[in-house]
């Protein structure tokens, strides 16, 4: 099944990423969870839970438009969040701080 991961930042056009390959379930918590500590990215819930979706919107924060130039990056982005979220296509929207499928 194909996956599209949409990015949006407020200064540059949308970033589409496409995939047939996401990560297991397991590599994507793992990379998430790599990504989300290395980048210095905090829960925002009081409960200090973090859902994947919260990871994908601060990874695709902290990271910012640099990151995705990164095409070795990006693809690991991709199959990660398509890898945790399991859904055909994943809207994530940096300045509206949104996560939508």
């Not at 949006?8 to 998430?32: K, V, Y």
């Not at 009081?46 to 438009?65: H, W, Y």
Request: aromatic residues 8%.
């Amino acid at each position: 099944m194909r996956q599209d991961v949409l990015i949006s930042f407020a200064d540059i056009d949308d970033i589409t990423l496409h995939t047939s390959d996401p990560m297991s379930l397991d590599e994507a918590r793992i990379w998430l969870d790599g990504e989300f500590a290395r980048l210095g990215c905090e829960a925002t819930r009081p409960s200090g839970k973090v859902l994947f979706v919260d990871k994908v919107l601060a990874i695709a924060q902290a990271a910012g438009e640099k990151g995705f130039a990164d095409a070795v990056w990006a693809q690991n982005y991709l199959r990660a969040t398509a890898g945790a979220l399991r859904r055909p296509l994943v809207r994530v929207d940096v300045p509206n701080t949104t996560v939508g499928f």
